[in-house]
């Protein structure tokens, strides 16, 4: 399976990508926002992981391991989805006003 490597490559540069953009923007909106896009990629990574390294193995201590990285990356993308949410109707609100 050649797409779970890719898989995890890609969202962990992508998760350095906005981690090193956070350091960059002086915004404090911006920062969490990106932050939270950030954590959804880190969720990613994690569950991909935990998938790749039970094909890998296929142990039963594997398989509780993988069990643990793929709830933990659940919850970092649940929670990186809600968080990018909520900012970005912060941002949106935000340049409405400065539309105005």
Known sequence: MIIFP???IVSLMLYIYYKVTIL???DQ?????TNSKARIFLGIFIAFFGINQYMYYQT???LYVTLIFL???IIQI???IKRASHYRQQ???RKSI???
């Open 71 to 73: 709830l933990l990356g």
């Open 98 to 100: 400065a539309s105005s």
């Open 6 to 8: 890719i898989v995890i």
């Open 29 to 33: 909106l911006t920062q969490v926002y």
């Open 91 to 93: 941002l949106n609100n």
């Open 78 to 80: 649940y929670s990186g």
């Open 24 to 26: 960059r923007s002086k």
């Open 60 to 62: 039963n201590i594997a």
